[in-house]
């Protein structure tokens, strides 16, 4: 059974989760790419990524494929 991600309400009245997912440490794309169809299956829509953690490309190449593939529900 799936957890309902709790949502905070914007002024706009859409609701947004009140959790992210960080992705400090993930640099191997096969693993942040699961890690991330998992995350984004449960509902999260906040990733929090860095110049730092070198893996904004990995999650932008996810991103991309996700929303072309019209598997993401914003």
Do not use: C, W
């Not at 957890?3 to 959790?19: W, Y």
């Not at 990995?58 to 929303?67: M, Q, R, S, V």
Request: proline letters at 1%; aromatic letters at 8%; zero cysteines.
């Amino acid at each position: 059974m799936a957890t309902q991600l709790s949502k905070l309400t914007l002024s706009n009245g859409l609701q947004f989760p009140s959790i992210g997912y960080g992705t400090g440490g993930l640099t191997d794309a096969e693993i942040l790419k699961k890690s991330l169809a998992v995350v984004i299956e449960s509902g999260y829509r906040h990733i929090d990524t860095a110049q730092m953690y070198s893996n904004e490309h990995i999650i932008g190449e996810f991103l991309d494929e996700t929303i072309k593939s019209k598997k993401f529900d914003a």
